[in-house]
């Protein structure tokens, strides 16, 4: 393939805006994901003699911000240093004292299979994950948005997959109880 | 025998509660034997922790499906103008 020209003056207008919301998915913080789509580009502008036009100039630009929202991350975590054990703990908050749901799981009459296509549901998804905790939020992201392997995220957190699990756990309840409030109650009142 | 019999009941028998972590679990890699067949005795019998597994499933897609580059999500956000005036300005003074 032909080297592709880069044209640096239409970085901003052309993929500024793509580039936010896919950090605003990973990073809750506006002005922390401000802050990684500007690094990217600085490192994008040194890195220029690095693009090979093996892939478009977008994909390039994602792959460098991919490893600049891995590295705000690390930062967090490196300054708050995250307590990877207080609240670890099983939620019994979900059930009454003979171990049974206290608010009913309910039928959300949704293929799995097809939901993905359910732009609205997507949409309210986005939204609950703000309300998980930075840590759950980051680990669930992690996992289950950008699919990196259990053996990585223990790794990067320095935990064991016993402790991953029940995170993820306690992050796909709290999840679930987000979107029956938001989106599935909503649904059966209209 | 009764007594033994009804300690054996109980070891398949799971609640809700001891359930639903483990219909998590199951979904990040391969539990054991014991485990699965105790799940699945479960689900047999309780049609509310089935609908649990559902909506775990449907999260796991949707967060695949949020995760695309081009998935338009949070769309009404946008970068700041003055965010973009300063990236701007620092690709030309690069040049």
Redesign the interface.
Known sequence: MNKQEID??Q???LY???????T??RVKD?GAA?EI??VT??AA??ATHTYAGRSSE??WL?GILKHKILDHFREVKKNRSFDMSSDDD?D?S??DS????KK?????R?D??K?????E???K??LCLDGLSDKFRQI?VL?????VS?EQICKEFDIK?TN???I??RA??Q??NC?EIHWFDGKKQE | MEKKKNSLCNLFKLSCQDTSPLISEMMDHRVSFVKRLKIKIHLAMCEVCLYYKEQLETIRNLSKNLGREDFPVNTNKTLPPESKEKIKKMIEANK
Do not use: C
């Not at chain 1, 500024?16 to 896919?22: A, F, K, P």
């Not at chain 1, 939901?115 to 732009?119: M, P, R, Y």
């Not at chain 1, 996992?143 to 699919?147: A, Q, Y």
């Open positions: 640096t003056n970085w901003v207008d500024g805006d793509l580039m936010y919301r896919y605003l998915v506006q401000e789509v500007q580009f600085v502008l040194q977008k994909s994602f099983p019994s979900d059930y003979t171990g049974h749901w009913i799981p309910q039928n959300w949704l799995p299979e939901s993905a296509v359910n732009q549901l997507t949409e998804l986005a669930f996992k289950e948005v950008d699919g259990t997959p991953l699990w029940v993820l756990h796909r309840n999840l679930k979107l």
